[in-house]
T-cell receptor, first 117, second 110 residues
């Protein structure tokens, strides 16, 4: 069984379009994330959601908006797509960070390769 | 200056070699240090993690953290072709808020 799944795996679209990427986790985690990995493999966090609250937003353009219908899903909506949005987008999930030094491992999905033409 | 610096490589070694992967960082507040492995067209997976300074060993893998030098390393002993992947270092101040390096692409040749 897939722990973190994303759809679609590949997405090719034209500039100016609006698109969505879906993410689902079946691990019972309460925190989900979206990352962007550019062509140089640099992985940068975009958002995280915990109990439907946005807790990290790393200077991402407001054309990007996360939507979480429930704890197991965090979808990414992108409006007015631009060439620079072309990248691989990864969804991840983990348990919420707590006290102590136990690392709450993030489990990543397989990625969605977005190409904007 | 980026918060986390990592040489992207590529790095190519023969099977059985010892591999050394490194990252430097600028933020002295980082406390959690992690290494992720990412196979081609897959998501990253956690390989090792260390809290604060010190060494940690797991099978053929050893992670080292030197906070005084702001330098972390991952050593792979007896490298195998199946170790061929991109290795990403990551670190955070509080758990879950990670900053990643650019990743080093490793190829182990049979």
């Amino acid at each position: 069984d897939t722990a973190v799944s994303q759809t679609p795996k590949y997405l090719v679209t034209q500039m100016g379009n609006d698109k969505s990427i879906k993410c689902e986790q079946n691990l019972g985690h309460d925190t989900m994330y979206w990352y962007k990995q550019d062509s140089k493999k640099f992985l940068k966090i975009m958002f995280s959601y915990n109990n439907k609250e946005l807790i990290i937003n790393e200077t991402v353009p407001n054309r990007f908006s996360p939507k979480s219908p429930d704890k197991a899903h965090l979808n990414l909506h992108i409006n007015s797509l631009e060439l620079g949005d072309s990248a691989v987008y990864f969804c991840a999930s983990s348990q919420r960070a707590g006290g102590g030094h136990l690392l709450y491992e993030q489990y990543f999905g397989p990625g969605t390769r977005l190409t904007v033409t | 200056q980026k918060e986390v610096e990592q040489d992207p490589g590529p790095l190519s070694v023969p099977e059985g070699a010892i591999v050394s992967l490194n990252c430097t960082y600028s933020n002295s507040a980082f406390q959690y240090f992690m290494w992720y492995r990412q196979y081609s067209r897959k998501g990253p997976e956690l390989l090792m993690y260390t809290y604060s300074s010190g060494n940690k060993e797991d099978g053929r893998f050893t992670a080292q953290v030197d906070k005084s030098s702001k330098y972390i390393s991952l050593f792979i002993r007896d490298s195998q072709p199946s170790d061929s992947a991109t290795y990403l270092c990551a670190m955070s101040i509080v758990n879950n808020d990670m900053r990643f390096g650019a990743g080093t692409r490793l190829t182990v040749k049979p």
